[in-house]
C-alpha cells in the first residue's frame, strides 16, 4: 500500500541549530516527492518537490532534502532555524501518472525555541 | 501573497442553511482541488476538476456539491451539513499531467456548524 510516514510527531529545535525532519515513503513505481509548511491559519505552501534528476532539492526559504531511494526516505533540512519556521510541516508523494491524488504524511509540528 | 483566493475566511452554519465556499485562481491552471482537514491532520482530498470537468470524487456526501463555472472559479455548494464536517476547506490548483501535482494551495474557509 502507499504510504507515507513521519516518525515526528512534535520537534523543537533552538533558533539558530539546525533541522531534519524525516519523510519515508511506501510507493510502487517511481514517486514525486513533496514537503510542504503550514503556518497557523494559514493554507500549505509547498518547499520544495522532487521528480528526477539531483537527489538533493533545494527549496525555497533555505531548505533542502534528499532523496535515498535505497531508503526510501526524503528528509528535510535547514542549516539554521528561524523562529519564524515554526509551523507544521508535510511530507507527500504523489503519482506520476495521476492528477491530485497526493498522500500525505500526518505531518511534524516544529516548534522554535528562542 | 497567496495565488488562490478562497472565500469567506470563516463561516458558521446551521445543519438546516446552504451556503457556498468560493476559490479562484488567474494561474492559468487548469485543474482544481477541495480538500478537507481537521485540526492537528493532513489534508484530505475531496474533489479534482480537471479541465472544467468533475475527475475525482473521493465517495464525498451529497451534502457537499462542487461547481467549477470556468477555469479560473471553483465553488463548494453546501447543505444540510453535520457537525463532524467543520473543518478548514483548502483550495488548491495546478497545471495537468504528469508531475503538476497540487501547488498552490488558498489559506482556507474555516467552517463551524451549529
Known amino acids: 500500500a502507499q504510504s507515507v510516514t513521519q516518525p515526528d510527531i512534535h520537534i523543537t529545535v533552538s533558533e539558530g541549530a539546525s533541522l531534519e525532519l524525516r519523510c519515508n515513503y511506501s510507493y510502487g513505481a517511481t514517486p514525486y516527492l513533496f514537503w510542504y509548511v503550514q503556518s497557523p491559519g494559514q493554507g500549505l505552501q509547498l518547499l520544495l518537490k522532487y521528480f528526477s534528476g539531483d537527489t538533493l532539492v533545494q527549496g525555497i526559504k533555505g531548505f533542502e532534502a534528499e532523496f535515498k531511494r535505497s531508503q526510501s526516505s526524503f528528509n528535510l533540512r535547514k542549516p539554521s532555524v528561524h523562529w519564524s519556521d515554526a509551523a507544521e510541516y508535510f511530507c507527500a508523494v504523489g503519482p506520476s501518472s495521476n492528477t491530485g491524488k497526493l498522500i500525505f504524511g500526518q505531518g511534524t509540528t516544529l516548534q522554535v525555541k528562542p | 501573497d497567496t495565488e488562490v483566493t478562497q472565500t469567506p475566511k470563516h463561516l458558521v452554519m446551521g445543519m438546516t442553511n446552504k451556503k457556498s465556499l468560493k476559490c479562484e485562481q488567474h494561474m492559468g491552471h487548469r485543474a482544481m482541488y477541495w480538500y478537507k482537514q481537521k485540526a492537528k491532520k493532513p489534508p484530505e482530498l475531496m474533489f479534482v476538476?480537471?479541465?472544467?470537468?468533475?475527475?475525482i470524487n473521493e465517495s464525498v456526501p451529497s451534502r457537499f456539491s462542487p461547481e467549477c463555472p470556468n477555469s479560473s472559479l471553483l465553488n463548494l455548494h453546501l447543505h444540510a451539513l453535520q457537525p463532524e464536517d467543520s473543518a478548514l476547506y483548502l483550495c488548491?490548483?495546478?497545471?495537468?499531467?504528469?508531475?503538476?501535482?497540487?501547488?498552490?494551495f488558498g489559506d482556507g474557509t474555516r467552517l463551524s456548524i451549529l
Open positions: 488548491a490548483s495546478s497545471g495537468v499531467g504528469a508531475g503538476n501535482q497540487p501547488q498552490h
Open positions: 476538476y480537471s479541465y472544467e470537468k468533475l475527475s
